[in-house]
Every structure is written in structure tokens, then in C-alpha cells.
């Protein structure tokens, strides 16, 4: 009987142990979501398409005409393609507006609320009908 117990405890443990990360990576602790901050006519520089997260890098002159290289955290592939993304939705060169909740420490690092293409498009990282459990939120 003791033994049963030991084993499971064991179990127990290992499982909380291993899982822990899995709930670390999907936090949102890094990035001020009270305000959501444009990027305005960035120039994308490129466009990783992987998994577990596609990131959109930019260039993005500042109001004191200072280039910030930018990198902007997007969902999944698989969601992201049920939301209208694909793997040609943009490409180097394109300019494109972003609204993006920055990291709190001021990195040039973001993670993306919406992005508005040349031609008017408007893509969101997640079903806006759903709850959000962001602060603040570009309609």
C-alpha cells in the first residue's frame, strides 16, 4: 500500500513538474496589454511562418526618425490560418500598420493585436466575437 501511495505522489509530481513550462511560455506577463502602441507604415524585413509561434519582423521609424528593428509575436500556424493568415500574407518590402502590445521592459519586441496591409486588410491574431483577455484592445 505504501508503495501505491509513494508511486503516486511520484507520478503526481512529475507530471506538475514537466507540465510547468507549458504554462510559463503561454503567459502574457512580459507585454503591457493596458495599451496597445501602432506601428505605423513599417517595413516588413521578413516573415517567419513556423510554429510554435510565427514572428513578423520590421523596420519601423520612430517619431525622432530613428530606425527600431522590430519582432512581433503572432499565434500558430494552424490558428492562424483559420483567421485568414497564410504563409504569403506578406513579404519582405511590404509596408504595413501594427498594433501591438510592447514588452514592459522596452525591448523592440512585440506581440500582435492587429496588422492592417497596404491594401486595407485588417488580420487579428485571435476571433474577436471570443472574450478577450487582453486590457486594452484596437476595435
Request: aromatic residues 6%.
Amino acid at each position: 500500500m505504501k508503495t501505491k501511495v509513494l508511486a503516486a505522489v511520484a507520478v503526481i509530481a512529475g507530471t506538475l513538474t514537466l507540465g510547468a513550462p507549458l504554462f510559463a511560455h503561454h503567459g502574457d506577463a512580459a507585454y503591457d496589454t493596458s495599451k496597445v502602441v501602432e506601428l505605423k507604415n513599417a517595413v516588413v524585413t521578413s516573415y517567419d511562418w513556423m510554429n510554435p509561434h510565427s514572428l513578423i519582423h520590421v523596420d519601423y521609424k520612430n517619431d525622432k526618425g530613428v530606425v527600431q528593428h522590430w519582432t512581433v509575436e503572432i499565434g500558430s500556424v494552424p490558428s492562424m490560418t483559420l483567421l485568414g493568415w497564410s504563409r504569403t500574407t506578406m513579404k519582405p518590402g511590404d509596408v504595413v500598420t501594427l498594433d501591438i502590445w510592447a514588452t514592459k521592459n522596452g525591448t523592440t519586441v512585440g506581440r500582435i493585436n492587429k496588422l492592417v496591409l497596404a491594401d486595407g486588410t485588417v488580420l487579428k491574431d485571435r476571433d474577436t466575437s471570443a472574450p478577450s483577455r487582453y486590457g486594452a484592445e484596437q476595435k
